[in-house]
Antibody
Framework: QVQLVQSGAEVKKPGASVMVSCKASGYGFTSHAIHWVRQAPGQRPEWMGWIDGGKGNTLYSQKLQGRVTFVRDTSATTAYMELTSLTSEDTAVYYC???????????WGQGSLVTVSS | DIQMTQSPSSLSALVGDRVTITCRASQGIGNSLAWFQQKPGKAPKSLIYAASSLQSGVPSKFSGSGSGTDFTLTISSLQPEDFASYYCQQYKSYPYTFGQGTKLEIK
């Protein structure tokens, strides 16, 4: 069965960076994109962008462009999201989600809470 | 960016009721619309994509309709496990955007 398992919670200081991992199993990792979505407390989800599991192409939201980087390791079937220059506004649960067909997000990871606090 | 607006923001209903949630896009998105269910502390769960197609494993009590700018999610015969928050999301153009959510509560 398709599973996306994410890394654990992180606490970071303002100005620091964080990396979240997303281990995929149960499907052909290189055949699908992985999207990243974050959700601040009590807010609607916010789409961050995607990475193609095969070619490694990426597309980032303009809001986060320059601070976010997606990479993937095909041998480990794992995608990674790095966010730099953290502020308190980056405190959120970060999710990865599989895209089987042009933007449809069918399976999601369990989420990784990132807290930014001095 | 395409703005997605849901109504109502909250809704109270009884077990066994049928409810409808509406989602409006600020510009036409064809049928590039998905619906998600989210319970507290959990990841969103995909219910519907392409406005009306049911995700595998999702019960037929959930149905979606609409195209262009106006969409609906209908849930029939509400059960206790259906009380949750529901979000619509457009994937017609970047950045993908979500509605503000509808919280469905037990009356």
């Amino acid at each position: 069965q398709v599973q996306l398992v994410q890394s654990g919670a992180e606490v970071k200081k303002p100005g620091a960076s964080v990396m979240v991992s997303c281990k995929a199993s149960g499907y052909g990792f290189t055949s699908h994109a992985i999207h990243w979505v974050r959700q601040a407390p009590g807010q609607r989800p916010e789409w961050m962008g995607w990475i193609d599991g095969g070619k490694g192409n990426t597309l980032y939201s303009q809001k986060l462009q320059g601070r976010v980087t997606f990479v993937r390791d095909t041998s480990a079937t794992t995608a990674y999201m790095e966010l730099t220059s953290l502020t308190s506004e980056d405190t959120a649960v970060y999710y990865c989600a599989r895209d089987p067909r042009s933007g449809v997000l069918d399976y999601w990871g369990q989420g990784s809470l990132v807290t930014v606090s001095s | 960016d395409i703005q997605m607006t849901q109504s109502p923001s909250s809704l109270s209903a009884l077990v066994g009721d049928r409810v409808t949630i509406t989602c409006r896009a600020s510009q036409g998105i064809g049928n590039s619309l998905a619906w998600f269910q989210q319970k507290p502390g959990k990841a969103p769960k995909s219910l519907i994509y392409a406005a009306s197609s049911l995700q595998s494993g999702v019960p037929s009590k959930f149905s979606g309709s609409g195209s262009g700018t106006d969409f609906t999610l209908t849930i029939s015969s509400l059960q206790p496990e259906d009380f949750a928050s529901y979000y619509c999301q457009q994937y017609k153009s970047y950045p993908y955007t979500f509605g503000q959510g509808t919280k469905l509560e037990i009356k």
